[in-house]
């Protein structure tokens, strides 16, 4: 048995007005249940610390700045990391990470039980558009404030186990879990802001949001042999939807905990990391059964290409 008690904190709605320090101490007392649970490990949304900000159209840079973070941990979120390592709980969260040579990106962080930073990852795949789009219900603008995550999709060892991150829109894309599950890893971590209706389709509303989030998580789960643990923040911030709908998946893509509101709200499991085995070794042993000879097309060729 390798067990990870995890706890998804998913996040009711941040108005745009809430300063980082206030959200701070929501994360802190869904840290300090989770402590009292006895969990190892508390895992964030995406962009964690304020509203979702991509929603609003911004041209003056120094504004779009504000919702940056220069530093981390910095002066709001130091009290997160001291808590976590008072309690002795590891803890990953999502941001938007200025660099010092002055890029940007929507990133998360995984620690350690000292708190200590041990992983980072940027976003790579960026949905929406960079330029304000009227022929949308609402903006969606991660092309204009975000460059494409840097980093890949690596894995860290820790907690007894591998572990590796991604962010929201990331999770659609089977790319993304087999890069990490080529690297065995045994539980994805990964934060969502996902509204609940398509901005660009009226009809696809909350109920087939769900179920495309859950069908990507359990697939990407199943098809990797790996939990995935999926945090959403959640409600209506300043007019605006978002689903909830937090979940732990485990390596047969089931899921075996989900939230309830959409609101601040913990959803824990204890994980045994050894029930990746057996997919691993039989059905999914990567090694045995993939036949990249035919795989090319996945790495040499970005959009469709029709022949004539
Ligand atoms: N924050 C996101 O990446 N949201 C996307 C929206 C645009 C659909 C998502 O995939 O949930």
């Known amino acids: 048995m390798r067990p990870v008690h995890v706890a998804a904190a998913q996040l009711g709605p941040i108005q745009k007005a ?46 779009v700045d504000t919702w940056f973070e220069a530093e981390m941990p910095n002066a709001a979120t130091q009290p997160l990391f001291d808590a976590a390592k008072a309690k002795g709980v590891a ?17 998360s962080i995984l620690t350690d ?10 976003k790579v795949h960026l949905p929406g558009h960079d330029e304000f789009d009227p022929e949308r219900a609402f903006q969606h603008l991660e092309k204009r404030y975000f460059e494409p995550g840097d980093l890949g999709f690596p894995v860290w060892q820790t907690l007894g186990g591998v572990f590796g991150m991604c962010i929201c829109n990331d999770r659609r894309w089977p790319e993304t879990y087999r890069v990490m599950g080529l690297q065995g890893v045994e539980m994805v971590l990964l934060g969502y802001n996902t509204p609940s209706v398509n901005s660009q389709k009226s009809a696809e509303g909350p109920e087939d949001r769900l179920f495309h989030h859950r069908l ?41 905990a989900e939230s309830l509101t959409e609101d601040d709200e913990l ?4 994980c045994d990391l050894d029930e990746t085995v057996f997919g691993k070794e039989t059905i999914f042993d990567f090694a045995r059964h993939r036949r990249i000879e035919h795989y090319g097309r996945i790495t040499s060729q970005t959009g469709v290409e029709v022949a004539s």
């Open 113 to 122: 039980k000292t708190g200590t930073i041990i992983g980072k990852y940027r």
């Open 267 to 270: 959803v824990t499991a204890v």
């Open 91 to 107: 803890i990953s969260f999502g941001y938007a990470e200025l660099t010092p040579d002055g890029h940007h990106f929507n990133t």
């Open 216 to 256: 990507v998580l359990q697939s990407g789960a199943y098809q990797n042999a790996t939990f995935v643990v999926a945090v959403a923040k959640a409600g209506v911030e300043d007019g605006h939807p978002l689903i909830g709908g937090s979940v732990i998946v485990d390596p047969n893509g089931k899921i075996v």
């Open 18 to 63: 809430e300063p980082r320090e206030a959200v701070v101490a929501r994360m802190l007392a869904l840290l300090d249940a989770a402590a009292d649970k006895g969990c190892d490990l508390v895992v964030y949304p995406e962009l964690a610390l304020t509203t979702f900000f991509p929603r609003w159209y911004m041209e003056d840079q120094a504004e």
